[in-house]
């Protein structure tokens, strides 16, 4: 599964978060295959649609799709020289296909910061920079092996060497692997390379408990922002120490907390559904008397591959998708009715699934 790391100079809110993440955790009963990694906390996707469907075809049984936290403690300065866990933590960060970076905003002058002062750009560019050390050493290693091919004017070897030409220059100004442009060709030699710096980035501005109505009031909060900005990434806004509260409590406790905060959505929320899409994933729904669910696919599977999410013989044997769009069903009002409208169609081995989708596999087995 994908999964987004949660990364962050000590004494942020980095365990306060994922402790929040593991007690919001998804109901282990509805995912028995699921596996048990200390680090990693498993929590459901929220997503309305899947209440209106639950509401139209009243299932005995509804399922919410997962997405996964890995906590990546351990970055310091000096990680890339491997200081404190440096090499570990660089490994681990290797391993997780987003990044969420926790930004301290909150200020509590009983809670020491490793600085000695809250300055939410000196934070970010700290860890960034390691990550940027540490690919351009990986990226150094490649060009000295590359040169010498590329002198010899080997084909693919000039074409490598351009792209890691760019990424050193790139890298050297200190911007990441994801802010320089390549062509659609040289980028799949980048992605070859398993570059930190070119895993999406997403900031989590940590703000105070009184902040979370109004967190533009936060200058903290204001310069992550223009921060990411620039480099196009996006920012949640949450305040970990409320999440874990959040996550003790059942559902219509949590509306009316959230309620008396003057928030519509909890942090943790947006941060899942902004993870989410970061990592081009949508949603696709089945729809039986038994069970409604909501299941990931990657943005661009076509039919048989996202038939094999729920089980490989579903993509061995695909014969057919009967697909509806969300809103066509909802409209309709059931599924025989969008069927007698003609909105539930036939699709084939070519067909693109779209969010959304409500789904019926055909398959032979
Ligand atoms: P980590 O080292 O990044 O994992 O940080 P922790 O989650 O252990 O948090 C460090 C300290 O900051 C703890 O005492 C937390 O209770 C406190 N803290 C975390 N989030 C918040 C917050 O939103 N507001 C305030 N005031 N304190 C927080």
């Known amino acids: 599964a994908l999964t987004a790391g949660i990364v962050g100079l000590p004494n942020v809110g980095k365990s306060t ?25 498993m929590v ?3 997503d309305e649609r899947l209440n209106k469907l639950t509401e139209l075809v009243n299932p005995k049984k509804t399922v919410p799709t997962t997405f996964e936290f890995t906590d990546i403690a351990g970055i310091v300065k000096g990680a890339s020289k491997g200081e404190g866990l440096g090499n570990q933590f660089l490994s681990h960060i290797r391993q997780v296909d987003a990044i969420c970076q ?4 909150f200020v509590d002058e009983n809670i020491t910061h490793v600085s000695g002062k809250v300055d939410p750009i000196d934070d970010i560019e700290i860890i960034n920079l390691e990550l940027i050390l540490a690919d351009l050493e990986t990226v150094n ?13 080997d084909k693919d070897a000039l074409v490598e060497f351009e792209v890691l030409s760019k990424l050193k220059t790139g890298l050297e ?16 030699i980048v992605k070859g390379l398993h570059l930190l710096t070119s895993k999406p980035m997403l900031y989590v501005a940590n703000v105070g408990e009184d902040e979370v109505a109004d967190p533009e009031s936060n200058p903290n909060v204001q310069k992550v922002k223009e921060y990411a900005s ?21 559902q219509e406790e949590k509306e009316m907390f959230l309620d ?4 519509t959505e ?10 989410y899409s970061l990592l081009g994933l949508a949603t696709y729904f089945t729809a039986g008397e038994q069970e409604v669910r909501a299941w990931t696919f990657r943005k661009g599977m076509k039919a048989p591959q996202a038939a094999g999410i729920i089980h490989s013989d579903f993509e061995r044997g695909f014969i057919r998708a009967e697909t509806v769009s969300y809103d066509d069903l909802v409209e309709a009002g059931s599924m025989t009715v969008a069927r007698e409208k003609g909105k539930v169609r036939l699709e084939g081995k070519e067909y693109i699934v779209k969010d959304g989708d409500v789904i019926h596999f055909r398959f032979n087995v």
């Not at 490649?142 to 010899?152: D, F, G, H, M, S």
């Not at 692997?177 to 040289?186: D, H, K, L, N, Y």
């Not at 008396?260 to 928030?263: S, Y």
């Not at 909890?266 to 993870?275: E, N, T, Y």
């Open 141 to 153: 290693k490649r060009y000295q092996r590359v040169e010498k091919l590329a002198k010899q004017k």
């Open 266 to 275: 909890s942090g943790l929320d947006k941060l899942i559904k902004a993870s």
């Open 260 to 263: 008396e905060l003057g928030i």
């Open 17 to 41: 978060l994922f402790n929040a993440i593991t007690q919001a955790g998804a109901e282990a009963a509805n995912y028995p295959f699921a596996t048990i990694d200390p680090n990693v906390g």
């Open 230 to 250: 620039n480099e196009g990434a996006e920012v949640i806004v949450i305040c970990a120490r409320i999440e874990e509260e959040i996550s003790e409590l059942d």
């Open 44 to 46: 459901e996707v929220p």
């Open 102 to 105: 926790v930004v301290r905003c």
């Open 173 to 188: 100004e200190e911007k990441p692997a994801r802010a320089i442009e390549f062509t659609e060709e040289q980028l799949k």
